[in-house]
Nanobody
Framework: QVQLVESGGGLVQAGGSLRLSCAAS????????MGWFRQAPGKEREFVAG????????FYVDSVKGRFTISRDNAKNTVYLQMNSLKPEDTAVYYC?????????????????WGQGTQVNVSS
């Protein structure tokens, strides 16, 4: 099993940057594919970015491509989401999630472990 704790959220003006971190417990972090999701008020939780176990494969949804970067440090059991050029529509609670098997997935149902979320607010 793995436990996940996100941090790094906050309030930022449009055009600003934030870096989210997700620290994982357990000795097998490198065996999990990782994803970042977000959920805005009144909306469903949506996939934002994913990274495979080695960091060699990454994927972004179109709305964040070129602005967000997902990365991981397996030695530190941590996955990151660097968010640049933030927009008000990026405002949401951001969650990291872990999927067994080493791959990332678009569907949230394929992730077995979730963090508690961190709030990101982008003002216009």
């Amino acid at each position: 099993q793995v436990q996940l704790v996100e941090s790094g959220g906050g309030l930022v003006q449009a055009g600003g940057s934030l870096r989210l971190s997700c620290a994982a417990s357990g000795r097998t972090f490198s065996s999990y594919g990782m994803g970042w999701f977000r959920q805005a008020p009144g909306k469903e939780r949506e996939f934002v970015a994913g990274i495979n176990w080695s960091g060699g494969l990454r994927f972004y949804v179109d709305s964040v491509k070129g602005r967000f970067t997902i990365s991981r440090d397996n030695a530190k059991n941590t996955v990151y989401l660097q968010m640049n050029s933030l927009k008000p529509e990026d405002t949401a609670v951001y969650y990291c999630a872990a999927a067994e098997g080493g791959s990332y997935y678009y569907a949230r149902t394929l992730y077995g472990y979730w963090g508690q979320g961190t709030q990101v607010n982008v003002s216009s």
